[in-house]
């Protein structure tokens, strides 16, 4: 194909260049504006992150120059929309180490995938008294969908515990495989508390018994290199919107053998091969489970921010995330009154706070007008917030380009912030 | 330009850390809780009706600056109120907190202190939150066992 643009190619290896936070900001128009007046100091990469020039360039190229319906068209542009649909799960294939692009199913998002794998995995197989084992920092969407198939087979949500520092140690989570424990689901990173889950260890183990597992990357994939191979995990999901592409774009990895023996989750068109009114047969993975008419734009957005990830030097980049942590860190303890939530010894990406006096939702309107963006709740981890007793918390959430004088903003804003409420106002 | 003063004022934050009427009310004739997704605020809500006059009326729970000051000066406001009374203050309110033209008149008091709040979409649910739950625990006096009132 020679007339797709330059935007969705890949490049080179040796187009990588060495980071630097400045010059990649660059790449974030968004980064450029200003909130009530002042630079925008964009701190929520963990709810969503923000897009490179390279990504909105490859969606507006596509509704441009190449949008038409995929896999059905013999005419040039669905061909070239086919292309780069197709060209993005291949280069997903490669950034998280997948052994084929069957194993790359296109969906929504974490959320969706996690429903699939609860529905067309576990539902057909569960039988009541078995067990699906989760720990106690999932995101919603790593325990609502388990709780739905519990309630549909009579199977049980055992949940293994976190530690005063929201910490997950794999002896505890391994105490609770038993005999009917069918499947571990775990995140990789906490979204609420910044922990990095022993994923490596606790795959072994469960592979030696047997327990299929599903790991949640949603807040991994952005900050790690993930070999999902290597990890040895049956399914691993995450969604696009937080590693710099489109929302409503995500991706089940599943392993070959597994997808091959699930039923497909929804009907529709592309997941067949053929359709009587007596027999339909269904189409070969990944397409079993990709009815209806996908997200080609988002997808291919998403190929585009892999690509992009694979132009930058992301040993370098992550150990600048890892430095705007420490530096988080002790800026923000520094801070009289304040108390971090999750101070697990392997975190990334983000500190969870909350201040005396000062109720974390008032926090998130002062920074706002400090041009701060931060998350402020219970960021859909309810049973995590019960087990810290508190109602919600202040986040902020890293990327890496972000900077240390963003830091130094937050917690100046925190500081303004709790004078304010302790002092009254001035 | 939103000012942040404006949505703080020295009421707002005096109540917010000196929270009147706060606590529970052991003679209660009437509760309701409120609840708010979005920021996790609960509030629970007492009141003692006699004769269709709110005599005494108390609150629980935790919640952000805006969600507390509006529920503790709710209490001081439909104190001594009638039924009646107290859901004209409620419409008051409600309008003073959703309409961009509504004016503070005096009637309303320090509760004037609220229309700082509208500029904050964001922030408008956690005024409302309690004025809502007023609502549910008069009727609940009324007719028991109502559901929680949540602002999703
Ligand atoms: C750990 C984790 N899992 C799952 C999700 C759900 O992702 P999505 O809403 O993109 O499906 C999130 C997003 O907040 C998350 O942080």
Known sequence: ?426 | MMDLKDLYRDVILDHNRNPRNFGPLPAASASADGFNPLCGDRLKLHLRLVDDRIEDIRFEGQGCAISTASASLMTESVKGRTRAEALTVFERVHHLLTDDAAEAGDELGKLAALSGVREFPARVKCASLCWHTLVAALKDDAAPAPPAVSTE
């Open chain 1, 1 to 426: 194909m020679t007339d797709i643009s330059p935007a969705a190619r890949t490049a080179p290896a040796s187009a990588r260049r060495s980071f630097d936070v400045g010059s990649v900001r660059r790449d974030f128009p968004v980064l450029a504006r200003t909130v009530h007046g002042k630079p925008l100091a964009y701190l929520d990469n963990g709810a969503s992150s923000q897009s490179p020039d390279a990504v909105i360039a490859a969606v507006d190229d596509y509704a441009r120059a190449h949008h038409a319906n995929i896999h059905r068209g013999v005419h040039t542009l669905s061909q070239e929309a086919t292309a780069l649909y197709e060209g993005a799960r291949d280069r997903l294939v490669g950034f998280i180490n997948a052994a084929s692009r069957h194993e790359i199913v296109l969906l929504r998002g974490a959320t969706e995938a996690v429903n699939l794998v609860a529905q067309s995995h576990a539902r057909p197989l569960l039988v009541p008294g078995d067990e699906i084992l989760i720990t106690h920092l999932e995101h919603h969407a790593n325990i609502v969908p388990w709780q739905i198939v519990c309630a549909q087979t009579g199977a049980k949500l055992v949940v293994a515990p976190i530690d005063a520092r929201g910490d997950v140690h794999a002896e505890a989570v391994e105490a609770l495989m038993g005999p009917r424990t069918r499947i571990l689901a775990c995140a990789h990173v906490s979204n609420a508390l910044g922990t990095v889950l022993p994923v490596a260890r606790l795959m072994a183990a469960a592979r030696a018994r047997g327990i299929v597992t599903l790991i949640d990357g949603a807040q991994a994939v952005a900050h790690l290199p993930v070999d999902v191979r290597a990890l040895g995990c049956d399914f691993y999901v995450f969604s696009g919107h937080k590693m710099f592409a489109p929302t409503g774009i995500g991706v089940l990895y599943g392993r070959e053998a597994l997808l091959e023996r699930m039923p497909p989750w929804q009907g529709g068109g592309d997941m067949i091969l053929s359709v009587e009114f007596e027999n339909t047969t269904y189409n070969s993975l990944p397409y079993k489970f990709e009815a209806g008419t996908p997200n080609i734009p988002g997808t291919i957005g998403l190929g585009a921010a892999v690509e992009y990830l694979g132009s930058l030097d992301l040993a370098a980049a992550h150990a600048h995330e890892d430095a705007l942590l420490r530096h988080a860190q002790a800026a923000l303890t520094a801070i009289p009154g304040l108390r971090l939530i999750g101070t697990a010894p392997r975190k990334l990406g983000l500190v969870s706070f909350v201040v005396d006096g000062v109720h974390p939702h008032d926090l998130g309107t002062i920074l706002d007008q400090d041009g701060i963006a931060i998350r402020t709740g219970h960021h859909c981890a309810m049973p995590v917030m019960d087990f810290f007793k508190v109602p919600a918390t202040a986040r902020a959430s890293f990327a890496f380009y972000n900077t240390f004088e963003e830091i130094d903003r937050l917690a100046a804003s925190v500081e303004r912030a709790r004078r304010m409420f302790t002092h009254g106002p001035g």
